[in-house]
């Protein structure tokens, strides 16, 4: 029977299937190399041998709607409504998805940024609609990736339904600026275009700089589903807890699609998550400082390679250009590097529509320091 989707297989499963037979160090997929905070696991693992095993209420464990929307208030200055405007839901996957199917209807077109997060396109086309891309651009200037402007205001239209935003940015760390949100709110605001932020990332953020949720802005919120993900803030993906936070009317309809996909989420993760929050709320504070000291180490260690960098300002990824390596295409540099020197990363064109000739790879450095090393040795023979 033919697919819906003729997608093939993903980036991420063919990387790490290449790494696995290849027995290379697997910097390719977006996963820690490490466990949960010990304190963490046991109050998860509490809540599993004690009567918090059956279904939790389909928007979540209100415990837990609580301690999110504490921490929105407590970052972005939004005071919201937990119960009717947090789900906690089946990884941010889940919570992309059934949004997306909540609010694009067949022929309705979503702007996505590229390069971009590969989830988004199957689920566009699975809901009927039409992907819009706009590459987000570098200048002298500013030579991070950042938005163009311009493109965006020429690429919506009529028919435009949703706008998809990924700050801290995957694959490339770019962070936003406070004049970004008032520049969108600007070219929004006489449309009735809804916003989607994917904000896995949100306490993962360099420099002394700070995230900015569109939860922060004031014209923006109204619009705004906003995405986070448990998986990467506390080590652990494999738990597949997630969150979707938006006014009351969105969530609403997020939650007609979303009682649907999973119903509720994994209860006792839920009672331990929650518990974990409230007695330790010192943790996401010192999340920032933990992964940038993962980043320094590995930018230090492969400075003497013949990769160059400009350092990640977000997220758990580190692009390296390799342009003074090779003339080879980023996906036949990326196989040669896993089979070759035994290092997998992901080539950034798969998350164009339309790749420019980048010669860069995404390395994920949420991993043991050892691992770092050993890999950055192999990376410096090149």
């Not at 311009?150 to 760390?173: A, C, E, S, V």
């Amino acid at each position: 029977m033919k697919s819906k989707l003729d997608t093939g297989n993903s980036i991420f499963t063919i990387m790490t299937e290449l790494s696995n037979k290849h027995n290379a160090i697997n910097l390719s997929q977006g996963f820690p190399g490490f466990n949960p905070d010990p304190r963490l696991l046991e109050m998860v693992c509490k809540y599993i041998r004690s009567d918090n095993n059956q279904y939790a209420p389909m928007a979540g464990i209100p415990a837990l709607q609580d301690c999110i929307a504490d921490k929105i208030k407590k970052f972005y200055g939004r005071t919201i409504d937990a119960c009717h405007e947090v789900t906690i839901c089946d990884g941010a996957t889940e919570a992309l998805f059934s949004v997306i199917q909540a609010v694009v209807y067949p022929n309705d077109e979503v702007i996505v940024f590229d390069p971009a997060y590969d989830n988004y396109g199957p689920d566009i086309v699975l809901a009927g609609g039409i992907t819009r891309h706009v590459p987000l651009i570098r200048t002298k200037e500013r030579p991070d990736y950042h938005i163009d402007w311009q493109r965006l205001k020429d690429t919506i239209n009529k028919k435009t339904k949703l706008i998809i935003l990924n700050f801290p940015h995957n694959p490339t760390g770019a962070i936003l600026k406070s004049e970004d949100l008032d520049t969108l709110a600007d070219i929004l605001c006489d449309t009735s275009i809804y916003l989607m932020s994917d904000e896995v990332y949100e306490h993962i953020v360099f420099d002394g700089k700070k995230h900015l949720s569109l939860s922060s802005h004031d014209e923006l919120w109204s619009r705004s589903f906003v995405i986070s993900s448990f998986g990467k803030t506390f080590h652990a993906t494999g738990w597949k807890v997630g969150y979707c936070a938006a006014p009351i009317d969105l969530t609403e309809e997020m939650r007609q699609i979303h009682q649907w996909t999973c119903y509720s989420v994994v209860t006792p993760i839920q009672h331990g998550l929650a518990e974990f929050m409230q007695t330790h709320p010192e943790y996401i504070d010192s999340l920032s400082d933990f992964y940038e000291a993962k980043r320094d180490h590995f930018c230090k260690l492969i400075e003497s390679s013949k990769f160059t960098y400009q350092v990640s300002a977000g997220s758990f990824y580190q692009l390296l250009d390799y342009s003074e390596i090779t003339t080879d295409n980023d996906v036949s540099f990326a196989k040669k590097l896993t089979e070759e020197i035994g290092v997998a990363s992901i080539p950034i064109s798969v998350f164009y529509e339309k790749p420019p000739f980048e010669q860069k790879l995404r390395f994920c450095f949420a991993k043991e320091n050892e691992i770092l090393e050993q890999a950055a040795e192999k990376l410096c023979r090149l």
